[in-house]
């Protein structure tokens, strides 16, 4: 694969300035990585949420840095999994869409996990895989993962009590949940299983992904309630006047978040913290899945479109990085970064080179308040409804659906909720974008070129 055009030389002062990142310390930095599964730019406090409870990552933002302008790799799960493990956005990335759950990595896509592995890393994964079942190219022990333990598949990710998971290569039974009976709820088991690894002190530095399917609605499996998501409990919110979905909904954050607060606490037990790089951000912005209506909690803060739209509020999203010692703590950053920048910058970070030929910057300069090199564009591309296509150049965002279709133009930074689609008024600007479009991506074999189906784009999609 070349070396994609797009990506400007970069400026060898900042290399300079970030390289030894890793040298003189006596262990590299550990990685602690937590995704959340269609969290809303707004569902967070420290992101203007007022009615969800979200203490503990609120606390992470106020020791670290909030990112106000962090993008996913895609709107929808397994594409935006697929560009944060590989560092190529969608136009480049195998998975493009979530019409083939599950479609697997390719031996020779290395992931974040293979290339930390490799650097001596002990590589631990939990929850969430998307992008290659028990026995495939891409299964996780394949991939990178010395330690795995989750769901199946992408579609069974989705039921809160499943009577079975993966651990490595063998199947854990959940007999609490065999039957009818719904007794162990699977991101209490996956918060479990992260403590356990993050107790298994080595000499080694640690990167632990923990993939929580929170608050995604549990519209795969069918074991529903009938209010849309199933929790253990929708406390503290029994007593509020909302709709029962809601209040499961508001629940799934709020113990998510108290299960944040235990792993970070086990970090400061265990003399972690200190030389721990703690991530946390969501794979794509809020659904409307199950019953939840995302206006309710004003998930996606000021921003337009959801889950599977590529406007702002489904591909932009919260995100949120501590590193004691190496980020200054209480920071707000604008820095434009995407998903297919995190497997350079954890290769800067870990003192290693990142592999040639992918869409990923290095943002190990903007952690720590340095000089950044900025990327010229970032591109997206989704097949489940068609073809719909997005770019953000400089403040200027496009978006068009259909290979042929007109192409809108919003400039985010005055119009952060893209209401006013100001393409007729500057052509150049434009006509660049139609050019990105046409030039940033490689055709795909498993995801071609058709047109968007017809109808309501909401009532074609899929619900994966």
């Not at 602690?32 to 406090?45: K, M, N, P, S, V």
């Not at 253990?232 to 509020?240: F, G, L, N, R």
């Not at 970064?337 to 910057?361: N, Q, S």
């Not at 795909?444 to 058709?450: C, G, L, T, Y």
């Amino acid at each position: 694969m070349k070396r994609r055009t797009f990506l400007k030389t970069i400026d060898l002062g900042i290399v300079g300035a970030t390289a030894s990142l890793a040298q003189g310390q006596a262990k590299k930095p550990n990685i602690l990585f937590i995704l959340a599964d269609d969290l809303g730019f707004g569902d967070l406090g420290c992101y203007g949420q007022q009615l969800i409870k979200t203490p503990n990552i609120d606390r992470l933002a106020a020791e670290g840095v909030r990112f106000t302008q962090a993008y996913a790799g895609s709107t929808v799960c397994a594409p935006s999994r697929c560009s944060l493990m590989t560092g190529l956005h969608t136009g480049h990335a195998r998975t493009r869409g979530n019409q083939s759950p599950d479609l697997p990595l390719r031996p020779q896509d290395l992931t974040v996990a293979e290339l930390l592995k490799q650097a001596g890393y002990r590589t631990g994964l939990i929850g969430k895989w998307s992008l290659g079942q028990l026995g495939s190219t891409g299964y996780p022990p394949r991939k990178g993962w010395d330690e795995w333990f989750g769901y199946f598949s992408q579609v069974h990710a989705h039921n809160y009590y499943p009577e079975h998971l993966l651990e490595n290569d063998h199947s854990y039974l959940l007999k609490g949940n065999m039957g009818t009976q719904r007794k162990e709820y699977a991101p209490d088991v996956f918060t479990e299983r992260a403590l356990q690894f993050l107790d298994r002190k080595t000499e080694q530095p640690f990167f632990l992904h923990v993939c929580y399917t929170t608050p995604h609605a549990n519209n795969e499996m069918g074991r529903d309630t009938g209010n849309g998501m199933e929790v253990p409990s929708d406390e503290p919110y029994s007593q509020k006047p909302w709709p029962q979905i809601e209040k499961n909904f508001a629940a799934m954050i709020t113990r998510m978040d108290a299960d944040i607060g235990k792993l970070l606490a086990k970090l400061e037990q265990t003399g972690e913290a200190g030389n721990t790089l703690v991530l946390f951000t969501s794979d794509n912005g809020p659904h409307q899945e199950g019953g939840h209506k995302p206006g309710h909690f004003e998930s996606g803060g000021p921003l337009r479109g959801i889950k599977r739209d590529l406007y702002e509020g489904g591909v932009r999203v919260p995100s949120i990085m501590k590193w004691p010692g190496k980020i200054q703590p209480g920071r707000v950053s604008d820095q434009v970064w995407a998903f297919w920048d995190f497997l350079p910058t954890v290769a800067e970070i870990a003192g290693i080179a990142a592999p040639d030929g992918i869409d990923g910057i290095s943002m190990a300069p903007a952690l720590l308040g340095k000089p950044q090199k900025q990327h010229e564009y970032l591109y997206w591309e989704f097949h489940e409804r068609g073809f719909d296509q997005a770019v953000r150049l400089g403040n200027w965002k496009g978006v068009r659906s259909g290979r042929q279709g007109v192409i809108e133009l919003y400039d985010v930074h005055a119009d952060l909720s893209e209401r006013k689609n100001v393409a007729d008024g500057n052509p150049e600007i434009v006509a660049r974008i139609r050019q990105i479009m046409e030039t940033a991506r490689t055709d795909s074999a498993e995801f071609q070129v058709r047109e968007r189906v017809g109808g309501n784009s909401k009532k074609n999609a899929s619900k994966k």
